[in-house]
């Protein structure tokens, strides 16, 4: 479901800055985290693991160069910044919670909302990597599942700098995969069900800066590299109804001092 313009240019741009303000105050020197989902270089990378109450940063794969240094700036060298980013920074807590988008979730049958997740992607120019088919409800696991996607176009999103791709009607397929922590503490993904995926029906989702698209947990989706000059950020929330189970095997967990919030404000 794509809703062209729900939110003012103005509030991107107020967003972006505060990225801006976050990656001038990041040291890269600090972590050398790559995220890639065509190398799968995060699983069993406890960067990433931990970061599912905390705010942290993480570069595209090709952003270092052979001796451990970035290519080009911190600032274009980033995959995304993940994950409680709408519970620790005011900026993005006032984006995440507004009055609107309450009553939008509310509006798609959740009841009980918890704001799970939270990812500023950046796809940048030039370095911005693929995307592969997958479904959220892999990594965002609930039982019965629960887990609804937002996600708002900062910049323009087009066929041209890396837009995502769906299938209309494919969120009635089954789940594919599951990400889950073994008990050696390793993590996998696992496949639970062989249904390949669509491999025609796939549209486009441009979207225009400012624009929401809300889709299923089960829905296929991907997005190509951008190879454009033209900057495609993108900044995502991940809703779970709190009434459902929350595995404890599941990638993503807060800490007690970061209870599940839905969207009255903090
Ligand atoms: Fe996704």
């Avoid at 069993?44 to 595209?60: A, L, P, T, V």
């Avoid at 696992?190 to 624009?211: F, L, M």
């Avoid at 995502?236 to 929350?246: A, E, G, M, N, W």
Wanted: aromatic share 10%.
């Amino acid at each position: 479901m794509l809703l062209e313009d729900y939110v003012a240019v103005d509030e991107c741009r107020r967003l972006k800055a505060r990225v801006r303000e976050l990656v001038d105050a990041f040291d890269p020197q600090s972590v050398h985290s790559v995220f890639s989902t065509t190398r799968q270089t995060q699983l069993n990378d406890q960067y990433f693991y931990e970061s599912g109450d905390k705010i942290r940063f993480f570069f595209e794969d090709g952003a270092f160069d052979d001796n451990g240094g970035l290519c080009q700036s911190k600032h274009d060298s980033l995959n995304k910044i993940g994950h409680a980013m709408h519970d620790l920074d005011p900026v993005f807590e006032a984006f995440s919670r507004t009055p609107k988008l309450a009553r939008t979730v509310a509006s798609l049958g959740l009841t009980d909302p918890g704001v799970i997740q939270s990812m500023y992607i950046f796809k940048s120019p030039g370095i911005g990597g693929e995307v592969t088919c997958h479904q959220d409800s892999t990594f965002i696991y609930t039982e019965p599942e629960s887990c609804i996607g937002f996600w708002f176009a900062i910049d323009n999103a087009t066929g041209v700098n890396g837009c995502m791709n769906f299938v209309p009607g494919a969120h009635k397929t089954p789940l594919r995969q599951r990400n889950r922590r073994l008990a050696n503490g390793q993590f996998v993904i696992q496949t639970i069900d062989e249904t390949p995926w669509p491999s025609n029906g796939w549209v486009p989702a441009e979207a225009r800066a400012g624009s929401l698209v809300i889709f299923h947990g089960r829905m296929p989706h991907r997005s190509g590299p951008n190879n454009s000059a033209l900057s495609r950020h993108a900044y995502t929330l991940h809703v779970i109804d709190r009434q459902c189970h929350y595995p404890a095997d599941n990638w993503l967990q807060r800490g007690d001092d970061l209870p599940l919030r839905g969207f009255e404000q903090g």
